[in-house]
């Protein structure tokens, strides 16, 4: 069982930063992918990034290449999101997940097994 908890969601206006936060438990986080994932209002969950077990592949939704980093501090059980030059239609309900037993991430939501509960992001034009 792993349990995910995001942070670091709120308002920002457009051209801002944010860094969201998943902090994982269990003494395997350092074993397995991990993926960010968004849900905007009547629009179906898509995913964003996602990292590998090591931290050293990593892979983004088009939209966000060149503004959003993903990474994570597995000594912290943590995987980031530093989201850069925010626009409003990155406005949604961002979600992190875990893809335990699976060293590599994937695009495909149904491939990871545990979710958070959603950190709001809202921005503003």
């Known amino acids: 069982q792993v349990q995910l908890v995001e942070s670091g969601g709120g308002l920002v206006q457009a051209g801002g930063s944010l860094r969201l936060s998943c902090a994982a438990s269990?003494?395997?986080?350092?074993?397995?992918?991990m993926g960010w994932f968004r849900q905007a209002p009547g629009k179906e969950r898509e995913f964003v990034a996602t990292i590998s077990w090591s931290g050293d592949n990593t892979y983004y939704k088009d939209s966000v290449k060149g503004r959003f980093t993903i990474s994570r501090d597995n000594a912290k059980n943590t995987v980031y999101l530093q989201m850069n030059s925010l626009r409003p239609e990155d406005t949604a309900l961002y979600y992190c997940?875990?893809?335990?037993?699976?060293?590599?991430?994937?695009?495909?939501?149904?491939?990871?097994?545990?979710w958070g509960q959603g950190t709001q992001v809202t921005v503003s034009s």
């Open positions: 997940a875990a893809r335990p037993g699976n060293l590599y991430g994937s695009s495909w939501s149904a491939e990871y097994k545990y």
């Open positions: 269990g003494r395997t986080f350092s074993s397995y992918a």
